[in-house]
């Protein structure tokens, strides 16, 4: 018998990832179920064609170099000057480029065709929107590029939330009877806009978001940076933006702690009005034009980058700003409010990020089964114990997918109030296609669990995934394609950014059970959502658990609840990944869709096997373990298959 050698012996056969839009049951699934069927042939052309995109070599390489070559900052030129130059790598900005062109923010700001026709956004056309179901095809996007572009969806998220801030404000302003933005303003804001929306990478703008202070993350009451009113006053950065626009009439000077976005085009910042004590949101380009046609930083000093777990091709710096001119979004004090617009979209890119890496590593995980041989010869994919493990997995994956999903298309209804909700052919589900009046505060209430619970189960399901492959899943492995390490320590800050869970449960809390001091105002907001609930529930198979709900939070005080409140939030995103799952299952009757949701109803309740429910049987190991099989496997095999021939056909 030859000894094995480092050319000879066994040598693993390596795992091949399929396009995951044909081959992730799940996602297809949401697709069929959110997507008009009037649409979802053209749709199906463009989703195919980037679910191979996505896994092209060069996409990978693009990744290595990202990965290997962090940002650093370039304090001083040759000659002494101060430059603050932010350097990045090939792979982050060809990524950045790949990401604009292929519309992955743009997109929900499109208006979308049956033939899959894009239109350029116009901020005056609120309501016009050919296609509801925007919002759905921009994040099933978007959970395609994840795995694959390095992070460079961070600055994607802020660009997304400071597009539809300034899209709201342009659009009241043009539905107005009086005008509400000076003609200045309206110019900036539009042109800003326009660059947001854009696919051209020489013109698209990234944006940040600089919120966090020393003082503490989601607590803005600390907030040091001022902002004092400069007006048209001369002064030494007397100039212009890039786009030859007048500068802001605001100066803003302090120090932010964290910025996600350092290489963006603009931010949207809170800054205190020294004046009044006010926390206002400005917005500020992050270049500017000198007196002396020179283009400088818009009064921004790069500090340092921050050193992190994970995300490291993704440039975070503490910023000092002195002299940033600025223009003020909305009126003095409504900082609070008016950033909110941008947090919502923001938390609804983290929970699909989240989803994004985990369907990513469920495929990788896939993929070594096909290929791995267990003891005696067996391959994985026949192993019971571990497809078993891989179906919990696949079981909580598809709840969290078909949850955070069913938020997205309650933000498109939202953002689209002039449409009427119709998924297939005119008809409407009171279920998938509420009112917009319970669509609305169903959504105030997901948003904030989507990002919360999608990201704290993702991490779990990575290091599940990442064990799947024994100790070749805790590699930084030169092959990207199979690299779970890398997925799962990105996955870690989706936890913690926008938001850690217990302060998501306080937003939580706020929305269903404000405290008694709050306004009368605030207590209606709170009926409504608890209203919308329960008629959103009513009739269904889980309307106990839903009354359940409800007096839990009738009868607890806002203190108690808060104490709570990540069992609340994993109650209610169980009867809401509960009610979508049956609707899933029942629109085709497809029997894996089925025991998917007969799992997740009986097997999944946060507090043990769910009471009062009856269960549909019991059965037995080797029917579980068949069960387990076609959950992992067969289902996407199949759903493989079909749409291999709908690519042949391409």
């Not at 989601?218 to 786009?243: H, N, P, Q």
Request: aromatic share 8%.
């Amino acid at each position: 018998m030859k000894p094995s050698s480092s050319t000879d012996g066994f040598i693993q056969a390596i795992p091949k990832l399929e396009n995951q839009f044909l081959e992730d049951a799940a996602l297809r699934r949401v697709f069929e179920l959110l997507i008009p069927s009037q649409a979802q042939a053209a749709l199906t052309t463009s989703l195919t064609t980037f679910g191979s995109t996505v896994l092209n070599p060069s996409i990978f390489r693009l990744i290595e170099n990202a990965e290997k070559h962090e940002p650093y900052i370039r304090t001083f030129d040759s000659f002494g000057r101060r430059i603050d130059e932010l350097v990045t790598s090939e792979g982050w900005r060809g990524l950045q480029e790949i990401g604009i062109r292929e519309g992955i923010m743009a997109t929900g700001y499109e208006r979308l065709g049956q033939s899959g026709a894009v239109v350029a956004p116009d901020p005056a056309s609120a309501g016009e929107s050919d296609l509801q179901c925007a919002r759905v095809y921009q994040f099933i996007k978007y959970l395609l590029w994840t795995g694959s572009c390095a992070n460079v969806t961070c600055p994607s998220a802020m660009q997304d939330g400071a597009a539809r801030l300034l899209f709201t404000h342009l659009n009241r302003d043009a539905q107005s009877g009086h005008k509400l933005l000076s003609n200045t303003e309206r110019l900036v804001l539009s042109t800003a806009f326009r660059h947001l929306t854009s696919r051209d990478p020489a013109i698209c703008w990234t944006s940040g978001q600089w919120m966090t202070e020393r003082s503490g993350g989601s607590d803005i009451r600390g907030t040091e940076t001022l902002a004092t009113w400069a007006g048209d006053s001369k002064s030494e950065v007397d100039g212009t933006d890039t786009d030859g626009n007048p500068l802001g009439p605001w100066r803003i000077d302090g120090f932010k702690w964290f910025s996600s976005a350092t290489d963006s085009h603009m931010t949207l910042l809170l800054a205190k009005e020294p004046s009044n004590g006010a926390i206002s949101l400005f917005f500020a380009p992050t270049r500017r034009i000198n007196a002396r046609g020179q283009v400088e930083l818009n009064g921004v000093q790069l500090q340092r980058l921050k050193s992190k777990l994970g995300t490291h091709p993704l440039p975070t710096a503490e910023l000092v700003l002195n002299n940033m001119r600025a223009w003020r979004i909305g009126a003095s004090g409504a900082g609070t409010k008016e950033i909110s617009t941008i947090l919502n979209i923001t938390r609804m890119h983290t929970a699909m990020s989240a989803l994004g890496y985990w369907g990513r590593g469920l495929a990788i995980g896939r993929a070594f089964a096909r290929v791995r041989k267990a003891a005696g010869g067996r391959s994985l994919r026949d192993v019971e114990a571990h497809v078993r493990t891989m179906a919990g997995n696949e079981v909580n994956y598809r709840a969290r997918m078909m949850f955070c999903f069913f938020t997205v298309s309650l933000l498109g209804r939202v953002e689209n109030p002039t449409c009427s909700p119709s998924l297939k052919n005119g008809s409407t589900n009171p279920i998938l296609e509420p009112s917009l009046e319970i669509a609305t505060n169903l959504l105030r209430l997901l948003t904030p669990l989507a990002k919360a619970v999608s990201t704290k189960d993702s991490v779990v399901a990575l290091q599940e995934c990442m064990e799947s492959l024994g100790g070749v899943g805790y590699l930084e492995n030169e092959d990207q394609e199979i690299n779970i390490a890398r997925l799962f320590r990105d996955a870690n800050v989706g936890p913690i950014w926008e938001g850690t869970t217990d302060v998501l449960g306080t937003d939580l809390v706020r929305v269903v059970k404000p405290a008694p001091k709050k306004t009368t105002k605030e207590g209606k907001t709170d009926l409504r959502v608890r209203e919308a609930i329960g008629r959103w529930m009513e009739g269904e198979s889980i309307g106990t658990e839903t009354k359940l709900l409800l007096e839990q939070i009738r009868s607890s005080s806002p203190e108690q609840l808060r104490y709570d409140a990540r069992g609340l939030m994993w109650r209610i995103t169980w009867l809401v990944g509960a009610a979508v799952l049956v609707e899933d299952a029942r629109r085709d009757g497809n029997q894996v869709a089925w025991e998917i949701a007969r799992r997740w109803v009986y097997e999944r309740h946060p507090e043990g096997a769910t009471k009062g429910i009856s269960s549909s049987g019991s059965q037995s190991w080797s029917e579980r373990a068949n069960w387990d099989r076609q959950i992992v496997f067969d289902a996407g095999d199949r759903m493989g298959s079909d749409a291999e021939k709908q690519k042949a056909r391409l």
